[in-house]
C-alpha cells in the first residue's frame, strides 16, 4: 500500500484488465483525497463474499481507502472515458466524479470493479467539482441492496464515507464517497466514445475485452460480434422485465446508464411504485417522461440500436449487410421483453404453465390497477385465492381462480409461488426519505441501518417490516433529483 507499512492487509487482489486497453479509452486519475474521511455505512456481507477483512475496511484504513486518501496495493486508478445520449441528444462524457481502483479478483475467480464515486475531478469533470452529497450516495446504497436482495442483477455498494467537507450546491451538503462494485462500468455509451474516434482499434480492443470478460461462452464462436450484440439484447430484455415486476423507475435510462454486463446501474432519480400507473416519471429533470415507467423497454431497445451502431463495422466488412445484422438483432428485442415479463407476470400470478389468454388476464389485472389507483406491490401480494376482493376486482379474481384451477398444482403451491415472485416490502419512497433526512440533517444514520435490514429480506412475513409496508403519503407529486 501507498502508506506507512503498519498498515495492516485489506485482502485485496487486483488485476487490471481494463487498463491493457488503448489509451484513448481511459486517463490515469488518483482520487483527490478528503480531510477526514469517516465510514458510515459499511457492508458486511458483500465484504466477506469478495473475500475482503471486515475488520480492516471499518477501520481508519477503510476510512482511508474509500476516502482516496490510501490506494490499495496492486489497483491502478483510472477514470474512463465514455459518451452518452442523454435524452436523446449526444454528449461527450466520462468519469467526471469517479475513479476505478481496479480489477478485484474474488476467491472464487469472480472479476469486480471497485470505483470511487464522488472521489473528486478528473480530465473529464466539465466544469464540475467531481465531488458527491451524502443523500445521494445513500440513496445509491439503499437501493442497489435492496435490489441486490430482490434478486435483480445490480452494481452493489461496498461503503459510504463522509468527507469532513460540504458540498456546495443550492446550499452547503455534506460532503461523501460511495464505493460502487460492478461487474463492470462498461457501458453502452462506453461503445458510442470508441466509435467516435479516428483511430478504429480502440473500439475492435473493447469489443475483444467485453466480449471474454461478460461473454466468454462466446469464444468459439465464428460471428462473434453478433452473437454478443444478441447475448447484450437478451440480457437487457431480462433486466427490464424484472424491474417492471417489482415497480422500479430507474428515472434516467440514458445510454451512459446501460451496462452492458446487464446490471442496473447509476441510481440517480429512482424510485418505485406506489399507486400503479404506467405514466409514473419521479425525477425532477425528466419534463416530457421519456423514461416514465412504462417506457422504460421502448428507451431500452433506443439504446440497444444505438450499440448497434457502433458495431457496425465489426458486423460485416459490407456495410449494407452488417446493417440488416443490426436491425434484425434490435428487432428481437420487444419478443425477447415479451417472453421474460410474461414468466415473470404469471410467477406473480402463481401460474406455472402457459395458455394463450395469460397475457390478457395479466393485462386486465394492470388496467383494473391503474384506474383504480391500486398499489403496485401489495396488490400482488395480497393475491389469495381464497380471499374475497372488492367488488371492482371481484369480476377479474374469479377468472384468475379458474385459470389456476386448470393447472396440475395445487393452490397451496400456487401461493408458495407468488410470495417468491412478489415481495411484501420494496424501498417505499417515504421511508427513504426519512432515512435520508435523519442521517442528511440529524447525522443519525439509525434509520437507515434498520431500512437497510427490512430490505435484505423483501419476500418474507416479517411482523417488524409491517410499517414498511405502506404506501407513500408523498403521492403524485414526490420528485427524485440525480444528486449532481
Excluded at 428481437?332 to 417472453?339: C, I, K, L, W
Excluded at 393475491?383 to 384451477?405: I, Y
Aim: proline fraction near 6%; hydrophobic fraction near 40%.
Amino acid at each position: 500500500m501507498s502508506a506507512d507499512s503498519h498498515i495492516r492487509p485489506a485482502g485485496w487482489n487486483f488485476d487490471n484488465s481494463y487498463a491493457l486497453l488503448p489509451q484513448e479509452m481511459f486517463t490515469d486519475s488518483s482520487p483527490m483525497p478528503v480531510r477526514d474521511p469517516e465510514v458510515v455505512i459499511f457492508n458486511q456481507v458483500l465484504a466477506q463474499q469478495m473475500g475482503l477483512k471486515a475488520d480492516v475496511l471499518e477501520s481508519k484504513t477503510g476510512a482511508a481507502i474509500f476516502g482516496g486518501r490510501l490506494i490499495p496495493e496492486g489497483a491502478r486508478s483510472i477514470a474512463q472515458a465514455y459518451a452518452g445520449h442523454q435524452f436523446g441528444h449526444f454528449t461527450m462524457l466520462g468519469d467526471g466524479r469517479a475513479v476505478l481502483l481496479g480489477e478485484h479478483l474474488t476467491p472464487e475467480g469472480q472479476r469486480l470493479d471497485v470505483q470511487l464515486k464522488g472521489s473528486g475531478r478528473t480530465v473529464y469533470s466539465r466544469g464540475g467539482d467531481g465531488r458527491a452529497t451524502l443523500g445521494p450516495m445513500l440513496r445509491e446504497y439503499v437501493i442497489s441492496e435492496a435490489m441486490h436482495a430482490l434478486g435483480i442483477p445490480t452494481t452493489r455498494s461496498l461503503a459510504v464515507v463522509t468527507t469532513g467537507k460540504a458540498v456546495q450546491r443550492e446550499e452547503p451538503l455534506p460532503g461523501a464517497v460511495l464505493t460502487r462494485i460492478a461487474a463492470s462500468h462498461i457501458r453502452v455509451g462506453t461503445f458510442e466514445y470508441a466509435a467516435r474516434l479516428e483511430n478504429p482499434e480502440p473500439l475492435r480492443a473493447l469489443a475483444e475485452h467485453t466480449r471474454q470478460r461478460h461473454f466468454s461462452d462466446l469464444s468459439d464462436s465464428f460471428t462473434p460480434h453478433i452473437d454478443m450484440l444478441r447475448a447484450i439484447i437478451d440480457r437487457q430484455a431480462s433486466l427490464i422485465a424484472r424491474w417492471l415486476q417489482v415497480g422500479f423507475v430507474h428515472g434516467v435510462m440514458n445510454t451512459d446508464n446501460m451496462a452492458l454486463s446487464g446490471e442496473t446501474i447509476d441510481y440517480g432519480p429512482c424510485a418505485f411504485l406506489d399507486a400503479y400507473d404506467t405514466h409514473t416519471v419521479f425525477s425532477s429533470i425528466d419534463h416530457q417522461g421519456r423514461y416514465a415507467f412504462g417506457n422504460q423497454p421502448q428507451i431500452a431497445q433506443w439504446n440497444l440500436a444505438r450499440l448497434a451502431e457502433t458495431l457496425l463495422p465489426l458486423l460485416d466488412n459490407d456495410p449494407d449487410v452488417a446493417l440488416s445484422l443490426a436491425k434484425d438483432a434490435i428487432e428481437e428485442f420487444p419478443s425477447r421483453f415479451r417472453t421474460h415479463w410474461l414468466a415473470g407476470m404469471r410467477a406473480k400470478l402463481g401460474l406455472f404453465d402457459e395458455q394463450d389468454d395469460d397475457e390478457k388476464l395479466i393485462g386486465d389485472l394492470l388496467s383494473l390497477m391503474q384506474e383504480h389507483e391500486a398499489d403496485f406491490t401489495n396488490t400482488f401480494r395480497a393475491l389469495d385465492p381464497a380471499a374475497c376482493l372488492e367488488e371492482r376486482f371481484s369480476g377479474w379474481h374469479e377468472r384468475w381462480k379458474v385459470r389456476l384451477a386448470q393447472q396440475s398444482q395445487s393452490t397451496a403451491e400456487a401461493m408458495k409461488r407468488i410470495r417468491a415472485s412478489s415481495p411484501a416490502v420494496i424501498p417505499r419512497n417515504h421511508k427513504v426519505e426519512e432515512a435520508l433526512e435523519a442521517a442528511v440533517n440529524r447525522g443519525d444514520f439509525g434509520p437507515i441501518k434498520t431500512l437497510l435490514q427490512i430490505l435484505s429480506d423483501p419476500y418474507a412475513d416479517n411482523p417488524e417490516a409491517e410499517a414498511y409496508r405502506v404506501p407513500s403519503p408523498l403521492g403524485k407529486g414526490y420528485q427524485t433529483f440525480c444528486g449532481t
